[in-house]
Protein backbone atom coordinates (compact mmCIF):
# COMPACT_ATOMS: atom_id res chain seq x y z
CA UNK A 1 0.00 0.00 0.00
CA UNK A 2 1.45 3.81 -1.12
CA UNK A 3 1.58 6.12 1.52
CA UNK A 4 -0.93 8.64 1.54
CA UNK A 5 0.84 11.40 0.25
CA UNK A 6 2.36 9.50 -3.04
CA UNK A 7 -1.48 8.55 -3.47
CA UNK A 8 -2.19 12.03 -4.75
CA UNK A 9 -1.75 11.53 -8.06
CA UNK A 10 -3.45 7.76 -8.12
CA UNK A 11 -6.49 9.18 -9.87
CA UNK A 12 -4.25 11.16 -12.76
CA UNK A 13 -2.21 7.94 -13.04
CA UNK A 14 -5.17 6.56 -13.93
CA UNK A 15 -6.54 8.64 -15.76
CA UNK A 16 -3.43 8.89 -18.11
CA UNK A 17 -3.63 5.08 -18.42
CA UNK A 18 -6.96 6.05 -20.04
CA UNK A 19 -5.94 9.13 -21.94
CA UNK A 20 -3.41 6.60 -23.81
CA UNK A 21 -5.49 3.93 -24.35
CA UNK A 22 -7.80 6.27 -26.38
CA UNK A 23 -4.86 7.72 -28.41
CA UNK A 24 -3.85 4.19 -29.41
CA UNK A 25 -7.24 3.91 -29.87
CA UNK A 26 -7.70 6.37 -31.97
CA UNK A 27 -4.88 5.45 -34.08
CA UNK A 28 -6.47 2.16 -34.83
CA UNK A 29 -9.60 3.52 -36.16
CA UNK A 30 -8.04 6.46 -38.56
CA UNK A 31 -5.74 3.47 -39.78
CA UNK A 32 -9.32 1.12 -40.45
CA UNK A 33 -10.60 4.98 -42.46
CA UNK A 34 -7.63 5.06 -44.20
CA UNK A 35 -8.10 1.46 -45.51
CA UNK A 36 -11.71 2.39 -46.87
CA UNK A 37 -10.91 1.27 -50.68
CA UNK A 38 -8.52 -1.53 -49.67
CA UNK A 39 -9.14 -4.93 -50.90
CA UNK A 40 -9.51 -7.74 -47.84
CA UNK A 41 -8.86 -5.19 -45.28
CA UNK A 42 -10.84 -5.90 -42.33
CA UNK A 43 -11.37 -3.44 -39.51
CA UNK A 44 -9.76 -3.32 -35.93
CA UNK A 45 -10.62 -2.22 -33.05
CA UNK A 46 -8.83 -2.24 -29.62
CA UNK A 47 -9.95 -3.54 -26.45
CA UNK A 48 -8.95 -3.21 -22.86
CA UNK A 49 -9.67 -4.97 -19.72
CA UNK A 50 -8.73 -3.72 -16.43
CA UNK A 51 -5.81 -5.22 -14.73
CA UNK A 52 -6.69 -7.87 -11.98
CA UNK A 53 -7.66 -7.34 -8.71
CA UNK A 54 -4.49 -7.94 -6.49
CA UNK A 55 -2.67 -5.21 -8.85
CA UNK A 56 -5.54 -1.93 -7.75
CA UNK A 57 -4.57 -1.93 -4.01
CA UNK A 58 -6.54 1.96 -4.34
CA UNK A 59 -9.87 -0.27 -4.28
CA UNK A 60 -11.26 -0.04 -1.02
CA UNK A 61 -14.60 -1.69 -1.82
CA UNK A 62 -14.89 -4.34 -4.36
CA UNK A 63 -17.51 -3.28 -5.61
CA UNK A 64 -15.68 0.09 -6.63
CA UNK A 65 -14.93 -0.42 -10.34
CA UNK A 66 -11.87 1.52 -10.85
CA UNK A 67 -9.52 1.80 -13.84
CA UNK A 68 -5.85 0.83 -14.49
CA UNK A 69 -2.83 2.31 -13.32
CA UNK A 70 0.31 2.23 -14.56
CA UNK A 71 0.14 0.31 -17.58
CA UNK A 72 -0.54 -3.02 -15.87
CA UNK A 73 -4.06 -3.20 -18.53
CA UNK A 74 -4.12 -5.58 -21.03
CA UNK A 75 -4.98 -4.43 -24.55
CA UNK A 76 -5.89 -6.76 -27.55
CA UNK A 77 -6.96 -5.84 -31.01
CA UNK A 78 -9.42 -7.04 -32.02
CA UNK A 79 -11.50 -7.85 -35.80
CA UNK A 80 -14.25 -5.59 -35.54
CA UNK A 81 -15.49 -6.38 -39.44
CA UNK A 82 -18.49 -8.25 -38.64
CA UNK A 83 -20.03 -10.91 -41.31
CA UNK A 84 -20.80 -7.61 -44.24
CA UNK A 85 -18.07 -7.45 -46.26
CA UNK A 86 -18.16 -6.22 -49.81
CA UNK A 87 -17.16 -8.10 -53.40
CA UNK A 88 -13.19 -6.76 -52.83
CA UNK A 89 -13.89 -8.44 -49.17
CA UNK A 90 -12.91 -5.13 -47.55
CA UNK A 91 -15.56 -4.78 -44.16
CA UNK A 92 -14.75 -1.37 -43.51
CA UNK A 93 -18.29 0.74 -42.65
CA UNK A 94 -17.35 4.70 -43.02
CA UNK A 95 -20.28 5.40 -40.55
CA UNK A 96 -19.51 2.83 -37.72
CA UNK A 97 -15.90 3.90 -37.87
CA UNK A 98 -16.72 8.07 -37.69
CA UNK A 99 -18.99 7.38 -34.93
CA UNK A 100 -16.32 5.16 -33.14
CA UNK A 101 -13.80 8.12 -33.73
CA UNK A 102 -16.28 10.77 -32.37
CA UNK A 103 -17.13 8.95 -29.39
CA UNK A 104 -13.54 8.02 -28.77
CA UNK A 105 -12.87 11.63 -29.23
CA UNK A 106 -15.15 12.65 -26.65
CA UNK A 107 -13.98 9.97 -24.02
CA UNK A 108 -10.30 11.38 -24.36
CA UNK A 109 -11.78 14.83 -23.73
CA UNK A 110 -13.79 13.70 -20.73
CA UNK A 111 -10.69 12.50 -19.55
CA UNK A 112 -7.87 15.42 -20.07
CA UNK A 113 -10.86 17.83 -18.36
CA UNK A 114 -11.02 15.59 -15.23
CA UNK A 115 -6.95 15.66 -15.17
CA UNK A 116 -7.10 19.43 -16.20
CA UNK A 117 -9.80 19.83 -12.41
CA UNK A 118 -7.53 17.19 -10.26
CA UNK A 119 -4.32 19.51 -11.25
CA UNK A 120 -6.65 22.53 -10.19
CA UNK A 121 -7.29 20.80 -6.90
CA UNK A 122 -3.91 20.00 -6.16
CA UNK A 123 -3.04 23.88 -7.12
CA UNK A 124 -5.46 25.19 -5.08
CA UNK A 125 -4.29 22.64 -2.24
CA UNK A 126 -0.73 23.08 -2.68
CA UNK A 127 -1.20 27.46 -2.25
CA UNK A 128 -3.23 27.36 0.23
CA UNK A 129 -6.58 27.89 -0.59
CA UNK A 130 -5.15 31.02 -2.12
CA UNK A 131 -4.92 30.26 -6.52
CA UNK B 1 2.85 5.54 -29.97
CA UNK B 2 1.72 8.98 -30.14
CA UNK B 3 -0.80 11.30 -32.24
CA UNK B 4 2.22 11.25 -35.64
CA UNK B 5 1.15 7.31 -36.25
CA UNK B 6 -2.16 8.38 -36.50
CA UNK B 7 -1.83 11.43 -38.49
CA UNK B 8 1.07 9.65 -40.54
CA UNK B 9 -2.04 7.07 -41.24
CA UNK B 10 -4.58 9.81 -42.08
CA UNK B 11 -1.83 11.20 -44.26
CA UNK B 12 -1.08 8.13 -46.12
CA UNK B 13 -5.23 7.70 -46.92
CA UNK B 14 -5.14 11.11 -48.20
CA UNK B 15 -2.77 10.91 -50.36
CA UNK B 16 -3.94 7.26 -51.89
CA UNK B 17 -7.64 9.24 -52.33
CA UNK B 18 -6.01 11.73 -53.82
CA UNK B 19 -4.04 9.24 -56.37
CA UNK B 20 -7.55 7.82 -57.76
CA UNK B 21 -8.80 11.32 -57.66
CA UNK B 22 -6.10 11.78 -60.16
CA UNK B 23 -6.48 8.82 -62.00
CA UNK B 24 -9.71 9.50 -62.29
CA UNK B 25 -10.01 12.49 -64.02
CA UNK B 26 -6.76 11.12 -66.08
CA UNK B 27 -9.54 8.64 -67.54
CA UNK B 28 -12.33 11.40 -67.93
CA UNK B 29 -10.20 13.37 -69.45
CA UNK B 30 -8.68 10.45 -71.77
CA UNK B 31 -12.44 9.52 -72.92
CA UNK B 32 -11.84 10.05 -76.52
CA UNK B 33 -8.11 9.67 -77.29
CA UNK B 34 -7.38 8.21 -79.76
CA UNK B 35 -3.41 8.29 -79.82
CA UNK B 36 -2.28 7.08 -76.82
CA UNK B 37 0.95 7.36 -75.22
CA UNK B 38 1.90 3.37 -76.34
CA UNK B 39 0.23 4.03 -79.48
CA UNK B 40 -3.82 3.14 -80.09
CA UNK B 41 -7.00 4.19 -77.91
CA UNK B 42 -5.91 5.28 -74.02
CA UNK B 43 -6.83 2.68 -72.09
CA UNK B 44 -8.15 2.89 -68.89
CA UNK B 45 -5.92 3.02 -65.08
CA UNK B 46 -7.35 1.69 -62.18
CA UNK B 47 -5.61 2.68 -58.65
CA UNK B 48 -4.61 -0.98 -56.70
CA UNK B 49 -4.44 0.20 -53.11
CA UNK B 50 -2.47 -1.99 -49.94
CA UNK B 51 -1.41 -2.07 -46.63
CA UNK B 52 2.22 -0.88 -45.32
CA UNK B 53 3.23 -1.49 -41.75
CA UNK B 54 3.82 1.66 -39.64
CA UNK B 55 5.64 2.05 -36.65
CA UNK B 56 3.30 0.69 -34.65
CA UNK B 57 3.73 -0.71 -31.17
CA UNK B 58 2.12 -4.00 -32.02
CA UNK B 59 -1.40 -2.45 -32.79
CA UNK B 60 -1.38 -4.13 -36.08
CA UNK B 61 -2.25 -0.44 -37.30
CA UNK B 62 -0.91 -0.30 -40.91
CA UNK B 63 -1.13 2.83 -43.26
CA UNK B 64 -2.34 2.77 -46.84
CA UNK B 65 0.19 3.09 -49.92
CA UNK B 66 -0.50 2.82 -54.40
CA UNK B 67 0.59 -0.22 -54.89
CA UNK B 68 -0.06 -0.43 -58.93
CA UNK B 69 -1.65 1.90 -61.42
CA UNK B 70 -3.47 -1.04 -63.40
CA UNK B 71 -4.29 -0.68 -66.62
CA UNK B 72 -8.07 -2.16 -67.22
CA UNK B 73 -7.92 -5.17 -70.04
CA UNK B 74 -11.54 -4.53 -71.39
CA UNK B 75 -11.69 -4.21 -75.11
CA UNK B 76 -11.93 -0.43 -76.40
CA UNK B 77 -15.58 0.63 -77.58
CA UNK B 78 -16.01 0.83 -81.45
CA UNK B 79 -17.74 3.50 -83.56
CA UNK B 80 -18.63 3.35 -86.81
CA UNK B 81 -17.16 6.70 -87.93
CA UNK B 82 -15.21 6.45 -91.92
CA UNK B 83 -14.29 10.42 -91.89
CA UNK B 84 -11.80 9.91 -88.40
CA UNK B 85 -8.14 9.74 -89.09
CA UNK B 86 -7.99 6.75 -86.60
CA UNK B 87 -10.63 4.51 -88.22
CA UNK B 88 -9.65 1.48 -89.59
CA UNK B 89 -10.63 -0.11 -93.02
CA UNK B 90 -13.93 -0.88 -92.23
CA UNK B 91 -14.66 2.67 -90.89
CA UNK B 92 -14.32 1.79 -87.24
CA UNK B 93 -12.71 3.77 -84.92
CA UNK B 94 -10.88 2.75 -81.45
CA UNK B 95 -12.18 4.71 -78.67
CA UNK B 96 -10.88 4.20 -74.99
CA UNK B 97 -12.52 1.66 -72.59
CA UNK B 98 -13.61 4.51 -70.02
CA UNK B 99 -17.05 4.40 -69.08
CA UNK B 100 -17.63 8.20 -67.85
CA UNK B 101 -20.29 7.43 -65.25
CA UNK B 102 -18.14 4.79 -63.95
CA UNK B 103 -15.23 7.08 -63.30
CA UNK B 104 -17.83 9.78 -61.98
CA UNK B 105 -18.57 7.07 -59.28
CA UNK B 106 -15.25 6.57 -58.66
CA UNK B 107 -14.07 10.11 -58.49
CA UNK B 108 -17.38 10.37 -55.56
CA UNK B 109 -16.38 7.27 -53.59
CA UNK B 110 -12.47 8.61 -53.38
CA UNK B 111 -14.08 12.30 -52.19
CA UNK B 112 -16.09 10.83 -49.44
CA UNK B 113 -13.30 8.44 -48.96
CA UNK B 114 -11.12 11.98 -48.43
CA UNK B 115 -13.73 13.74 -45.97
CA UNK B 116 -13.70 11.10 -44.16
CA UNK B 117 -9.72 11.12 -43.72
CA UNK B 118 -9.75 14.79 -43.27
CA UNK B 119 -11.78 14.45 -40.42
CA UNK B 120 -10.14 11.40 -38.70
CA UNK B 121 -6.87 13.85 -38.85
CA UNK B 122 -8.51 16.89 -37.18
CA UNK B 123 -9.72 14.52 -34.93
CA UNK B 124 -6.20 13.54 -34.08
CA UNK B 125 -4.90 17.11 -33.97
CA UNK B 126 -8.39 18.20 -31.94
CA UNK B 127 -7.22 15.54 -28.98
CA UNK B 128 -3.68 16.27 -29.24
CA UNK B 129 -4.49 20.25 -28.64
CA UNK B 130 -7.08 18.68 -25.86
CA UNK B 131 -3.84 17.30 -23.86
CA UNK B 132 -1.82 20.39 -24.65
CA UNK B 133 -4.50 22.28 -22.03
CA UNK B 134 -4.05 20.06 -19.50
CA UNK B 135 -3.36 22.28 -16.47
CA UNK B 136 -3.77 25.36 -18.15
Known amino acids: MPSDVSRIYDAVDRLEVAMSYHRDRHSVLASNVAHLDTPGYRPLDLQRTPAPEATRPWLTNPAHQAGAAGGVEDRTVVDDGGALAGPDGNAVQLERELAKIDANRVRYGTSTELVSRRMALLRYAAGDGNS | MDFFTAMEV ?3 GLSAQRTRMTVSSSNLANASTTRGVGGG ?5 DVVLGSVPMNNGGLGVSGVAVQQIATDPNPP ?6 GHPDADVDGYVAYPNVNPV ?5 MITASRAYEAGVTALSTAVSMAERALGIGR
Not at chain 2, 77 to 82: A, G, I, M, V
Open chain 2, 41 to 45: PYQRR
Open chain 2, 77 to 82: RLEYDP
Open chain 2, 102 to 106: EEMVD
Open chain 2, 10 to 12: SAS
